[in-house]
């Protein structure tokens, strides 16, 4: 639990950093942010099974001296961040940039109150939203070695399952900088609509690809669809800034991770109910993932359905100035901005 509290907060704080030292390019500072979040497997996860490794003797296998090592590795790097990582002053932008002197829609200039966002519609369609296309992904990125080896029996090798699960891995850290960069130029609600109805397409586009016994464009789908897995993480800290302001939108931002969570939950036991379920009835292993597909576009129709309803918080939420001056005066200063 002290781990999971330490990622979360590890995760939030450079994000909505990040966010007020970009006001120009949010999406394109978001999706750095979390595809180093996503990327920090790549060093972690190896670096893990070597210290096992060099700890292992006949009797233990030196979990303990490998978690001591790591958290004195992490906590150098947090305590530099700690050090060097600072809010910009009030007023703040970058040199030659120029806002806009009309907002863009569904970009506030406006702050509302972390508690307050819990109050909207738009709060919560945008929690659906990302719960939707978590469950989406995440429940066949579990399942993409086993998946690729029952519907292409024979053809696809343990070793190249393995590949593959890695290739999606790529996709994934790269869609979360790619699609939040392009979402500073299409906006935030058209980048989820490109989410939805191309993965749509795609989950649909599955069955047929096995039916066809096409390994190519297997992995095209998935590869494309996991990207945007990772795109939706990296796109909705911007959604969030868009709707609610920069103020709180560390804060908004963790609360809405709950979607993730959910999502963790509901995407593997769909996946794994209805293949074991479609086994026990008889259908072929190669078979056997065809309702899931579908079930996972019928899953983006409805996130499609609550994005398109996403529409500017109404001025009655936003914070008064009057109120920002108050608790301006009430907090308390460590260490300088």
């Not at 409805?302 to 005066?329: P, Q, S, T, W, Y």
């Amino acid at each position: 639990m002290l781990g999971g509290f330490g990622l979360g907060i590890g995760y939030i704080s450079p994000v909505s950093t990040l966010i007020r030292w970009f006001p120009d390019r949010p999406g394109m500072a978001t999706g750095m942010a979390i595809m180093g979040f996503g990327g920090g497997a790549f060093i972690a996860s190896p670096l893990s099974v070597w210290l096992m490794a060099r700890f292992t003797t006949e009797t233990h296998i030196g979990v303990a001296e490998t978690f001591i090592v790591m958290g004195l590795i992490y906590l150098c790097f947090m305590m530099v961040g700690a050090a060097i990582v600072r809010v910009p002053a009030a007023g703040w932008m970058p040199a030659g940039y120029v806002a806009p002197a009309q907002p863009r829609r569904l970009v506030t200039t406006q702050n509302v109150y972390v508690y307050d966002a819990l109050k909207t519609p738009q709060f919560w369609l945008i929690w659906w939203v990302l719960c939707l296309n978590v469950t989406a992904g995440i429940g066949v990125l579990g399942q993409a070695s086993a998946m690729s080896q029952e519907i292409f029996p024979g053809r696809v090798t343990v070793t190249a399952a393995a590949g593959f699960v890695g290739l999606m891995s790529l996709f994934n850290m790269g869609g979360r900088f790619f699609w939040a960069s392009v979402s500073d130029y299409i906006g935030r609600k058209n980048t989820y609509f490109v989410f939805f109805i191309l993965g749509t397409i795609l989950y649909s586009a599955v069955p047929q690809t096995g039916a066809v016994g096409s390994v190519t464009l297997f992995v095209l789908c998935f590869c494309i669809i996991i990207s945007m897995y990772g795109g939706g993480f990296a796109t909705v800290p911007a959604y969030l800034r868009d709707m609610f302001g920069t103020r709180y939108v560390g804060a908004i931002h963790g609360l809405l991770l709950t979607a993730w969570s959910m999502a963790g939950i509901f995407g593997p036991v769909l996946v794994n109910y209805i293949r074991e379920y479609n086994v026990t009835h008889g259908v072929a292993k190669a078979q056997a993932y065809n309702v899931t597909m579908y079930v996972m576009a019928a899953l983006l129709v409805i996130g499609l359905i609550c994005n398109a309803f996403v529409k500017a918080v109404h001025e009655r939420h936003h914070m008064k100035a009057l109120d920002i001056d108050a608790e301006v005066e009430a907090a308390p200063v460590f260490g300088g901005r």
